[in-house]
């Protein structure tokens, strides 16, 4: 089995920014969607409502349950797995995800603030609602990456002065740079020049000008080096969602080799 | 079938020979109250 | 009506943050720039701050009508 590196540029609770190689663009895709699609989550699925004077529909309420991230701690669950909610609010005060009862520890709300409905005087909601742990691939509602993206890891090359004459117009680029051209350098954001350093283009405003000032430069991709864009919606940290998102796909390869097996 | 007048707030039984009119106030709108059955509902 | 829970286009959760950026920016004595509110908020992307920024509750326009 190969070995890949993996280096952080970012790294929080609920969003990271990692470069991983070597890897192939299908691979790095490949990882893209399982974090999508194949981590399961827990969801509300059905809601029973006991009593809802609000203003809004039942079913517009049910949707807006079925949006709010919940907890779900890898390992604890099997998919189809149901957990119960419950939440009784009355009026004047406005119903909040927070507002939520559940019947395991495990599986709570991830954010407490969301409204749900505004109560007035005399309205009431009561409700008792099931969530169900379940995968990207069927319902939007139970993805557990949010704005999962890779893109290419880039080098920039110096390959001369910038002509006396030139207008000075900015040169953009979006992403992390790799520094291979640190003499030619200059200390933005706080990335000193140095050579193999990753430096997230965000450190000079994204205008390659301003780090390499004086200077033409050309951009290029570098092979089987992708950085990952990563965020969760609460559900779990984004380090369990990568490893489930591996793991999901380890598992799909396991299968495959054993059912092509004579 | 139970419903409420929409003018007196008060609750109306209707019959196959009243028609839609409300026997104590002689008005014609009448509200469907919410059944108080639990209503499940799938989110989709 | 309610602040959508999600971002309709990139699935980012929202509607947590409508209360704090309703008073900063409107409620407050001084209100602050909305801008400024949504980068402090952690709402970086333009598609998840126009869902704060062009929202209006419709609640208590509606309420009477019950």
Known sequence: M??????????SERSARFVVRPITPAFANGIRR??????PTFSIDTVRFIENSSVMFDEQIGLRLGLVPLTTPPGEFERGDEVTLSLDVEGPETAYSGDLVSS???????????????????????????????????????QGGVAVSYRHLQ??????DAGEFDDEEPEILRGVIEEQAADAAVETGGYEPENGQLVPTEAFEH?????????????????????????????FSVDELV?????????????LKESIQL | MSYKCSR????????????????????RVLLKERSRDIKEVNVE | MMVPVRCFTCGNVVGEHWEEFKHRTREAE???????????????????????????????IVAPYQ
Do not use: W
């Open chain 1, 104 to 142: 395991d520890e495990l599986v709570q709300p991830a954010d407490e603030n969301i409204p749900i409905i505004d109560l007035k005087e005399e309205q009431r909601l009561e409700l008792e609602a099931d969530a169900v742990l379940d995968v990207g691939k069927e319902h939007a509602k139970h």
């Open chain 1, 155 to 160: 080098a920039v090359e110096v390959v001369g």
């Open chain 2, 8 to 27: 007196c707030k008060r609750d109306v039984t209707l019959d196959e020979y009243g028609g839609v009119r409300c026997p104590y106030c002689g008005h």
């Open chain 1, 2 to 11: 190969e070995d890949y590196e993996v280096q952080f540029v970012d790294r």
């Open chain 1, 34 to 39: 399982a974090m999508i699609a194949d981590v």
């Open chain 1, 243 to 255: 490893v489930e998102a591996i793991g999901t796909i380890e598992d799909r390869a396991t299968e």
């Open chain 3, 30 to 60: 001084d209100p602050e720039d909305p801008a400024e509110v949504l980068d402090e908020l952690g709402v970086e992307r333009h598609c998840c701050r126009r869902m704060l920024v062009s929202h209006k509750d419709l609640v208590d």
């Open chain 1, 207 to 235: 205008d390659l000008t301003n780090r390499y000032p004086g200077k033409d430069v050309e951009v290029t991709d570098i092979d089987g080096a992708f950085v990952f864009d990563v965020e969760t919606d609460g559900s």
